[in-house]
């Protein structure tokens, strides 16, 4: 059980530095909403090199990329899934499409790295009515989804 989920902007380093000493039981390493768009790549590599070096260790590692509407999804799982997060929070999902899209990519990679199957879980963000309405079918359809989570802020 998750009692708390801590979110930190992917593109501040001093946040970065010290999230996992806070008592969360998972820290949200953020490359979404917190992140402008001018500061993807950068708050990607950043998020990228705490995993990498500086691992979180006293609680769940799970990072929010940006949704698959968009061009930066894939470039933050090449960059993330490496480093081997425990999970990856996945915005806007509408359907049991976009899971099945981004966890088959998950796969490439993880089998890329060397990675036992499903290595790194997901958790499926429900931000549209779209996706509350396929809520049943979005937490079924694929192994690797360990959890939702309601997005109040976007679907209000």
């Known amino acids: 059980m998750r009692r708390s989920m801590l979110f930190i902007p992917g593109n501040t380093p001093n946040l970065l530095m010290n999230g996992d000493v806070l008592g969360a039981d998972s820290i949200i390493l953020d490359l979404e909403d917190a992140v402008s768009p001018a500061e993807k790549d950068s708050a990607r590599i950043l998020v990228r090199n705490t995993l990498k070096y500086m691992g979180i260790k006293a609680c769940e590692s799970v990072v929010r990329i940006n949704p698959v509407d968009t061009d930066f999804w894939y470039k933050d799982l090449d960059e993330i899934i490496p480093q081997k997060p425990n999970m990856i929070l996945l915005p806007k999902v509408n359907g049991p499409e ?59």
């Open 98 to 156: 976009d899971i099945k899209m981004v966890s088959e990519y998950i796969a490439k990679i993880e089998e890329k790295c060397g990675f036992e199957k499903n290595t790194v879980k997901l958790i499926a963000l429900i931000e549209t009515t779209m996706s509350v309405e396929n809520a049943f079918l979005i937490a079924g359809c694929d192994e690797r989804v360990v959890g939702m989570v309601l997005g109040a802020e976007d679907l209000t």
